[in-house]
């Protein structure tokens, strides 16, 4: 089982990107999950958050701008990212919690870059 992340690229101040986070290999579905970014020389930290039932929670740089969401029968998370700032330049990872038939495990995907130009 792997998460494979893509939707990156370079990108215009103010404009759109979505990610998307898809699940290979056999899962019975997917619990909470999360948008994680790294830009150089920080920290990796939490962008956004989906619970197993739906409700997301965001960083309050990006609230308003991106938007979390999950296929369970495509086994995919997006992220949905307008109005991109410079700032928002980073790695991005994808993270999940993915359930089997007798237990649950985290996932991280590799990395896909976000660059936005001002």
């Known amino acids: 089982v792997q998460l494979q992340a893509s939707g990156g690229g370079l990108v215009q101040a103010g404009g759109s990107l979505r990610l998307s986070c898809e699940v290979s290999?056999?899962?019975?579905?997917?619990?909470?999950a999360g948008w994680y970014r790294q830009a150089p020389g920080k920290q990796r930290e939490l962008v956004a958050g989906?619970?197993?039932?739906?409700?997301?929670n965001y960083a309050d740089s990006v609230k308003g701008r991106f938007t979390i969401s999950k296929d369970n029968a495509k086994k995919m998370v997006y992220l949905q990212m307008n109005s991109l700032k410079p700032e928002d330049t980073a790695v991005y990872y994808c993270?999940?919690?993915?359930?089997?038939?007798?237990?649950?495990?985290?996932?991280w995907g590799q990395g896909t870059q976000v660059t936005v130009s001002s």
């Open positions: 993270n999940a919690d993915l359930r089997f038939l007798m237990s649950t495990r985290n996932y």
């Open positions: 290999g056999r899962i019975s579905s997917i619990n909470a």
């Open positions: 989906i619970s197993s039932g739906g409700s997301a």
